[in-house]
């Protein structure tokens, strides 16, 4: 563990903006205290003073950001299960409907098929409409926004409620499309986040600098925490999806914040649903006195590596129509203006073919993705209970499966073959989507197949197909994301902790086999489509991109100041510059780099010059700042890169032998990245 | 999450050591190749062209220093199962002595007190004539060794050696001295780590720079999970006590080799035990249809609370203790040179107030530490039941805490209160101990009481007392070494994931509570007693420490060449330091620095000098590197530090507006720190 003290970042992100931040400070306390002229200045007057008192109360527990974090996890878990109740309406209504139809197949078929094309055209067409980056994933765009680079248009509110919106309609949708919800979950607790955090600094008196940026790495772990109420798990993917270095300060407030949201999302499920205590999102009935044989661990290592190279096809697949939508000019054109018919083409050739008169009676595709994982994941063997189902009162959760009286492994295999190409196109559509839940679902069903095919086949009575569905699922999320925690979230979302060792087994093994030769992950795949400046994703496509030094790449002549400059050159630098932090040179000749000067210490120097008559040089005026980390042209980006990151959203100085070269910022460094991918 | 490119740090290296690693690399080659002169020179060439072809074929599939993760975790985990049959048997011993003494209670009392004061003498004076640093614990030296500090002589394998016997005297001793065995196991396995490290090193042709660093990082990882077969809260519980940053590129080699570890360690105790399956390692029978009511979550909080304030208790007490025995002159003396004296006077004190005859009664003092955690996490009430446990034929597992006829909570009480005392004397044993598990039951006992004495009190019979046990343990645990992941293991150790929300809520709080007001943890109060340079331990005592500008406390003028520098300044150079980076600065005069030259260029250069007629200056013969990342003194303790740990064991150069000031290196940090602690 390389071992780097967080609150260096801290340090000296406060020592650099302190001079900025105090006025802040006294203007927020303004805005909350001293507004004279609006009306009822008496009942406003004691409710403010009730509110400060009740803020003095909270925050001698303890600091208020604390309370943030736990309103976040609530807040996030609230709207996951608000979104879980209107899905489970939604897709209620479209099975009445369906049965209602019985007797007329053309009906039937209308009703199959438009249901979900209509709301993937009002999904696309309104998250198009209202904001158009709402679209996707989310998590690509999430974890650029971690890394430094500021992109405040996806973290708006009104991105939040178009995402709410456009992933209900999503889900409605149901299995046909074949979507999940944990990536634009992800993006959605961080825009409530990015909300919560302006609310805080609102309230807070003691400014913290690093609060917002704090706010947002803990909203992205809390995601997925309430998504399925699996904090530790949670906070863990994100952990891995989103960065390449975590700093444990932020370790106790995802965790606290997390724990808040899955506790609430259970305690909401069990109020609603009149269960009587908190429950596993997804049920098992695995037996507890032998969970597993010992050489069973082989199986479950074969299964790791089957998940991990199908995972590459899927990928590879991915990649190549991502690439096809991109090329093709047809498309091209119709994903730009046209996404509500796009979208609406697409959901009618899925929906016809999951049809459960036509293909869909040998995918089990009347199921829910819920009923689908359940069915999976019971321990009893499929092949062994095939001959008696019919004769029972009530269908076994797996009976849409061998219904057609097929058996098991045929509806298995052709499930797996058919959503390989299906949900590579249901990956196309322009709607808010997850893409982890459905990956989820497609190992299951591929570890069911290797666990109750191997029963079958060698005639095995005692082994439980539900464990290498459990591991399958794992092993192939984990193997398309490039995440070990899905073995964790599995057992999280089951319950069944016996399991955990075979699945961290196939987990481990599915992902040498999928990072192998620096192949991109999905989240990496998509990065690279939206050319979004990420590193970590680029550089698996273009490998010599983090070995360029800086030097070469930097852009023309930054403004600088002399040290004996005086108002006329000071009023020329804060005319061309935006910087906030503007170097100081010992004379223009020499560019022997001093220090730095803020730019709000400029406009009061030209103000104060103004009034007086001796003209003053700038070194008397002001403090010239020293400069703590300095970058040599000699720096490779990925250097650059990382150092940016570490000090957070600060100026970087680039000087060789004392002497400066340039500037560094988010802005620049995502110049030289467009540049350089544009370039090779 | 501060999203840091963890490859920076080996580009860093790689750039800065390039030249002196080609020369290792073949180095090793040779030796693996070119004894000719030993004997049998045939066979040799035979057996290496075998070995080689093995090691093309091993490479073929993945790097051997994987192979190397999974080695390290299989042996780890050996070590550990043999550990824990050594002393199975040797408790076992005991116990069969005790008991065919029954008749004989003065006999039975010096069976009891003698046993475990014979193995702390030996423990003691074996641990301190072969190796005087093995005793304690090992993980404040781990974690100062992870951060970048070189202590070779801990991790060595006489140390190693040292350690596992010493220890193995520890555990022997029981529940009468009641200390653990996790943090040595920490220590041993890094050592296993550094061992295989070398290995790794001699075989391997691709010479990695940080290779033996990485190693060691999954060695601290792996300890704790083949310690209890736990392989992700092991990875996670190390992760939070070594570092404050985690580079995610250690994550998979982490999880792989503890998932070796773990699977290791629990087929091991399989095959050993006549067990049909992989168990985990506290078995527990908690009722699975409702595990707890929704209300019980306070009831939770609570405890979690509760256990943050006893937290606190027994790390003042500890720190006071530790303070006293280090003032005090006789203890002094004593701790100094008659380590086996204290250790016998300590044992036998322990032992005496343990004696089943004695209060040992009240305590359950016969029970080890195993069958404390088991009685105290069985999910019965003890209260209700303790009217006909003397009916039945077995007895209860819980039948020693209620042997004497006194209600359980009179037995659970007094065992917190002697243990506490008890346990802050155990932990000033000058033996090889650890300090994780002894915490743990006592929290699972403090769970227990609060669990048993709600349900005895308001009469709830469907409560569980043994998930009370559970949390407890957990956040107890937590709140000492203020770390998360004891909930996550406290699962793990008894495979009841149903508590888990629980057990996270109820550490969260007792975090909360113990890191309150920067109290330092346990291992931080070691850290700070031993002097060791761990800054971020460190300054909970000096709160200024890492403020302080590294200006002020930079050492005198280090050596520099400057850029036309002849043979002579060069030789004087080199035989002035020994850093093997060496700043070159315009001239003397002016200070500016250029760059630095490599230790082995210089006396490459001094060789080519004494060969030539004509003098030629340093730049015309030598590559003055570019410096990467430069200092200046207004650098904060904190961030050189945090700066260091992050580019590996390299030297830092301190420039002051282009000037050279200094070389910031980790023995020149190591005596900073020391300095400043000591002037305090």
Redesign the interface.
């Known amino acids: 563990?390389?071992?780097?003290?967080?609150?260096?970042?801290t340090?000296?992100e406060s020592n650099k903006q302190e001079g900025g931040n105090q006025s802040n400070t006294s203007q927020t306390k303004s805005l909350l205290l001293s507004d004279e002229w609006k009306p009822y200045l008496r009942p406003r007057t004691i409710v403010k003073e009730w509110l400060l008192k009740l803020r003095c109360c909270f925050g001698a527990v303890?600091g208020l950001e604390w309370y943030g974090f736990a309103a976040l996890g609530i807040l996030t878990a609230f709207l996951s299960f608000l979104m879980d109740f209107s899905v489970l309406k939604l897709l209620k209504a479209h099975q009445w409907l369906y049965m209602k139809l019985d007797n007329n197949s053309l009906l039937q078929f209308l009703c199959w098929t438009l249901y979900p094309v209509c709301l993937c055209v009002v999904g696309s067409t309104f998250s198009h409409n209202i904001c158009p980056y709402s679209t996707g994933s989310g998590i690509p765009e999430v974890?650029t926004i971690?890394?430094?680079f500021e992109m405040p248009h996806y973290l708006s509110v009104t991105h939040l409620f178009t995402k709410y919106v456009g992933l209900i309609c999503t889900l409605a949708a149901g299995s046909t499309i074949f979507l999940g919800k944990v990536g634009p979950f992800v993006h959605l607790s961080t825009m409530v986040g990015a909300y919560l955090s302006n609310l805080c600094s609102l309230i807070q008196t003691k400014h913290r600098d690093n609060a917002s940026r704090e706010m947002l790495?803990v909203a992205?772990g809390v995601g997925v925490a309430s998504c399925f109420g699996a904090?530790?798990s949670g906070v863990l993917f994100?952990?891995?999806v989103?960065?390449?270095?975590?700093?444990?300060?932020?370790?106790?407030p995802c965790?606290?914040s997390a724990?808040c949201g899955?506790?609430t999302f259970?305690?909401f499920s069990?109020w609603s649903g009149d269960e009587?205590?908190?429950q596993?999102l997804f049920k098992t009935n695995f037996p507890?006195a032998?969970?597993?044989?010992?050489l069973e661990?082989l199986l479950f290592a074969f299964l790791g590596l089957l998940c991990g190279a199908v995972s590459c096809c899927y990928l590879y697949l991915h990649r190549t129509v991502q690439q096809f939508t991109k090329t093709n000019s047809v498309l091209k054109k119709m994903l730009t203006t046209e996404k509500g018919l796009y979208a609406g083409m697409v959901a009618f050739l899925l929906a016809c073919v999951t049809f459960p008169h036509f293909a869909g009676q040998y995918m089990a595709s009347k199921y829910t993705m819920k009923q689908l994982l359940t069915s999976l994941m019971d321990s009893r063997q499929w092949g062994s209970q095939t001959h008696n189902a019919s004769v029972q009162l009530e269908p076994e959760p797996w009976f849409e499966w061998i219904s057609t009286g097929n058996p098991f492994y045929f509806s298995l295999t052709f499930f797996l073959l058919m959503k390989m190409w299906m949900l590579v196109l249901a990956c196309t559509l322009p709607v808010p989507a997850g893409y982890f839940m459905p990956v989820f679902v497609y190992g299951a069903a591929l570890g069911r197949l290797v666990g109750d095919g191997a029963a079958h086949m060698f005639s095995l009575t005692s082994i439980n197909p539900g464990g290498y569905a459990l591991a399958g699922a794992a092993a192939y999320s984990g193997a398309v994301t490039h995440t070990?925690s899905p073995?964790?979230l599995a057992?999280?979302v089951t319950?069944?902790?016996?399991h955990?060792?075979p699945a961290?087994?196939a987990t481990?093994l599915a992902?040498?086999v999928a990072?192998?030769r620096h192949r991109p992950s999905f989240y990496d795949a998509l990065s690279i489509g939206k050319r979004l400046p990420h590193?970590?994703s680029l550089k698996k496509v273009f490998p010599q991109l983090?070995?360029t030094p800086v030097g070469q790449v930097l852009g023309g002549k930054s403004v600088q100041l002399q040290k004996a400059a005086g108002p006329a050159e000071v009023q020329d630098a804060v005319d061309s510059s935006t910087e906030t932090q503007i170097p100081v040179v010992?004379s223009h000749e020499s560019q022997?780099?001093?220090g730095f000067v803020l730019r709000s210490e400029l406009l009061m120097f030209l103000r104060h010059s103004k009034n007086e008559t001796i003209e003053k040089h700038l070194d008397e005026v002001c403090c010239i700042h020293?400069?703590?980390?300095?970058?040599?042209?000699?720096?490779?980006i990925?250097?650059a890169?990382?150092?940016l990151?570490?000090v957070?959203a600060q100026t970087l100085f680039v000087?060789?032998?004392?002497?400066l070269v340039g500037l560094l910022t988010w802005p620049e460094m995502k110049r030289i990245l467009e540049d350089l991918t544009k370039e090779i």
């Open positions: 563990m390389k071992s780097v003290e967080c609150e260096s970042e340090d000296i303890c974890r971690l890394v430094g790495v992205a904090p530790i994100s952990v891995e989103m960065s390449s270095h975590f700093a444990l300060r932020q370790y106790v965790f606290l724990a899955g506790l259970r305690l069990m009587e205590t908190l596993v507890t032998i969970p597993f044989y010992p661990i070990l073995a964790l057992v999280e319950g069944q902790y016996s955990a060792v961290l087994v481990l992902n040498g990072r192998s590193l970590p983090p070995s010992d022997i780099l001093l020293p400069i703590s980390v300095l970058l040599s042209p000699h720096n490779t990925q250097e890169y990382s150092i990151s570490l957070g000087a060789d032998g004392g002497r």
